[in-house]
Structures are given as C-alpha cells and as structure tokens.
C-alpha cells in the first residue's frame, strides 16, 4: 500500500468495504479497474433489467404501452432525477442531450434590447459554447470570462462580468479539464440581484457532489446521464424553477409541449402549462427508463456518502501520486474539487499512449488536452485499486513502457 499511516488505513479500508457493498452490480468492475466514471459510468444491472421490461412491454402491450407510461416517462422519470437535485414534484423534464436543452432555453429568450448579454467562461465545456455562439445571429452578445493559466476562473472576474444587460448565465458547476468546482450560489445571488438568469450545468457533478437546486436558488439546471449518474446515454434533464416555468415560451418546441397534444390542433403552439411546455417531439422511452436505474442506485448509495468516500479517494490518490512524482492540475483543496482528478504528464510523454498502456493492464483512465489524465473514483471503486494505478503509472514512467502502447496504436 502506498499510504502507511495507520489512521488512513483504517478509512482506506472503510472506503473499500462501503465499495464492496455496491461492486456487484456493476458486471464491468469484474474484470477491469475502472477510473473513467467522468466520461461514462459503469452500467448497473438494473439498467438491465428496465430494458428488458422495456421490451417485453412493447411486445406484448404494443401501442398501448404510450398510454401505460411511456408518454409520461420524461416527467416521471424526471420526478426520479429530481429527488437528487431536491427540486419540486413536477419540475424537471428529460431530454436526449444537453445542447438540444441549451437551445431550448435560448429560443425560450428574447435578444433583440439591450439585455441581450451571455456571460460564460472558457472553461465551459465546448458544447455549451457552441450552443450559446449560434444565437449571435439573434442579438445574443457573448461575454466570455477568461480563465487563469491553471484553467481557474477567480470568483469575482465571473460576478463581476454579469449587470443589467445580462440576459443569461450558463455555466459548468464542475469545470472538466481541471474538476474545479465554480460557486454556483455565488452567482446566483450576483444574477437574482440584477435580474438575470442562471443555467447551470451539472454534468460534471451532480451523482458525486451534493446539488441542491432549493439551497443554490438557481433558475435552472441541465445535464446529463452518462457520467455519475450511471443512467447511459440519451437522457438529459432539465430543472426550471417552478415560478419561471410559465414565464418562458421556447421556440424550439413540438406537440409534446403542448396543452393538448392529442387534440392536434393547427397553428400556433399554444403551451402546456408547468415543466411540460419545455418538451417537444416524442420521447426516447428506453434511454430513459434506462437512465433511471442510475438514479434509483444514486439515491439509495446517498450523495453525501458517493462524496465522503470520493474525498477520502481522490485526496488520497493526489498525495500518493505527489509523493511519487506526479502532480495534478485539479484544486488541492478537497472542497473545491469534484470527483475526478487530474494527472499531468512530462512534456516528453503521450497521454494517450499511456491511456492505451493502462488499458492494456485492465485499467480506464481517459486523457484531454491541457488537463492530462483523469481518474474518477466513484461510490463502487476501492482504494486498492487506485494503489495498483499508481503502481502502473510508476513502472510505466520508469520503464518507459507507455511507448510501446504508442507503437502499437499508430500514434
């Protein structure tokens, strides 16, 4: 073991019997050690089995199974969603992807006077940016909030860019080159006192840091399935405060947003009232049941407790790898961290050949531009197997191993 100290031990091995408890369910961790939860969480057997209900409903009940949940399930499973934001009944709604919920919400929004200001930062991940961008030809001014060299985006630069003229703030809650956390209350209070809105993205978070949507008083929330939550891909969801809800009219919309979709009327749309004027076309019913066995999971686990055992993991994991030579481009301080870490490499080195060389020794990891690698612990990882990562990266450094994954890859 890396890590010696007898107190540290003792939660060490806490962490990996709260793992223990929660591994079976996830066939993949048989076989492989997996540290790659950021960009694609590990597939509960539950998913399963709400797929294979899926299927047998629509094989023996046919059409009538629209009538018997699936035509509901983006508020419904949306209902599930939004027990781990603690938002209201009935105010989140599920989509396919983030950027068609960014889009939503810009249609949703008028540019054409003088509060017509996007304020969001660099960091940002890039299909955020691109959503917000299109919406130029609209009126829309982006103000774009530069970060540090390390990828940080200080407090008050951010506050300081949102006034009067600003319509709408979408921002990363956790920031996915570097896994720093924004303070999203802060700017909220900052927006509420001059009248704009807030769309916080928490995909990088929520299933791994505690997000109450009540406690942050944000307007809205967006993000997706594929990461913490362990609900797969396909299934995005929406927060709007319920307040908001009736004050917005999307253009991007379709029947299923409409008061009454199956009186197929012609003309104008002429909305649903509350979160289900946010929907459009029909929904994609199996990427949404599929999703909600991720949040069943989520919820029973607890996020408080998915965050004391990411913590201890990930604090661990930083000192172990400081001691051995590598050092990290996330945050040192816990609290301003979410739930993955970063490793920088040498300048002489591949990140993607070590990607591929860790691979090859049964262990996911991913790498991206300026950030290095990431390694993700989650509520069913064990310290062990971070011990045996680092004890990779150490004979891959030292051997110069991860070259011959770069020969084999053509990179």
Request: proline share 6%.
């Amino acid at each position: 073991m890396t890590t010696t100290t007898p107190d540290l031990r003792t939660r060490l091995a806490e962490c990996d019997a709260f793992a223990a408890r929660w591994r079976p369910r996830f066939p993949i961790l048989a076989k492989t050690t997996y540290l790659v939860t950021h960009s694609l969480g590990a597939m509960p057997l539950a998913a399963r089995e709400k797929l294979l209900a899926y299927t047998e409903q629509w094989a023996t009940r046919g059409v009538r199974s629209w009538g018997e949940g699936w035509w509901d399930s983006p508020v419904s499973v949306g209902n599930v969603l939004g027990r781990i934001l603690n938002a209201e009944p009935d105010s989140v709604a599920m989509h396919t992807n983030v950027s068609q919920i960014e889009g939503i919400i810009a249609s949703a929004l008028d540019f054409s006077g003088p509060r017509n200001k996007v304020v969001y930062t660099d960091q940002n991940f890039p299909t955020n940016m691109y959503a917000w961008e299109g919406w130029k030809r609209y009126g829309a001014r982006i103000e774009m909030v530069p970060s540090d060299p390390g990828g940080g985006v200080p407090t008050e630069r951010l506050l300081a860019a949102i006034d009067e003229r600003t319509a709408i703030v979408p921002i990363s809650h956790v920031l996915f080159r570097t896994s720093r956390v924004q303070d999203a209350k802060a700017v909220c209070a900052k927006a509420r006192s001059v009248g704009a809105l807030v769309l916080l993205d928490t995909y990088q978070s929520l299933g791994t840091l505690p997000v109450d949507v009540r406690e942050l008083g944000v307007d809205m929330v967006t993000g997706g399935s594929v990461k913490w939550l362990c609900g797969g891909p396909g299934a995005c969801y929406l927060y709007v405060r319920p307040e908001l809800q009736d004050k917005l009219e999307p253009l991007i919309t379709g029947w299923a947003g409409h008061a009454a979709p199956f009186a197929f009327e012609l003309g104008a749309q002429r909305y649903a009232k509350g979160i289900r004027r946010f929907l459009n076309g029909s929904p994609a019913v199996p990427s949404l049941l599929q999703a909600s066995a991720g949040y069943e999971t989520v919820l029973e686990v607890g996020v408080d407790a998915i965050r004391r055992h990411s913590v201890t993991l990930t604090e661990t994991l930083r000192l172990a790898l400081a001691d051995k030579g590598f050092e990290s481009g996330s945050p040192v301080d816990p609290s301003q961290r979410g739930g993955s870490l970063t490793v920088r490499l040498r300048a002489d080195e591949h990140g993607p050949s070590y990607v591929a060389a860790l691979e090859q020794r049964g262990i996911l990891v991913d790498h991206r531009p300026e950030a290095g690698l990431r390694v993700s612990p989650h509520f069913y990882t064990t310290w062990s197997e971070l011990d045996a990562f680092v004890a990779a990266l150490v004979e891959l450094r030292e051997s110069g191993k991860w070259k011959q994954a770069t020969a084999a890859k053509g990179y």
